[in-house]
């Protein structure tokens, strides 16, 4: 059984950084997908940053490219979300999941994440 512990997140101002950290356990294989997605209030939950564990690729929603940074520690079985110039925009619930490897590349499309972990708050403080 898959279990996705995920922490950190809480109060950020704008403009600032915060880290999630998501460790990954009960997986057989090597080659997976894990992400990052994110609900905000009113709001559909949507993938932002996703990974494959074997290549390293990732994949990144446009709202958070080039601010947010997706890695995967193999050593710690652990993914890493740094969140960098945070926006209003950005505060939600984030959840990290773990799915079967994409066919071409890593992807953040929930319905194919088989795994998921429970919520962690971020809220950013204007």
């Known amino acids: 059984e898959v279990q996705l512990q995920a922490s950190g997140g809480g109060l950020v101002q704008a403009g600032g950084s915060v880290s999630l950290s998501c460790v990954a356990s009960g997986f057989s294989s090597a080659d997976r997908d894990i992400g990052w997605f994110r609900q905000a209030p009113g709001k559909e939950r949507k993938g932002i940053a996703c990974?494959?564990?074997?290549?390293?690729?990732?994949y990144y929603d446009h709202s958070v490219k080039e601010r947010f940074t997706i890695s995967w520690d193999n050593a710690k079985n652990t993914a890493k979300l740094q969140m960098n110039k945070m926006k209003s925009e950005d505060t939600a619930v984030y959840y990290c999941a773990m799915g079967p490897a994409g066919t071409w590349g890593p992807h953040c499309y929930g319905p194919a994440y088989d795994d998921w972990g429970q919520g962690t708050q971020v809220t950013v403080s204007s």
């Open positions: 990974i494959n564990t074997k290549s390293g690729s990732s």
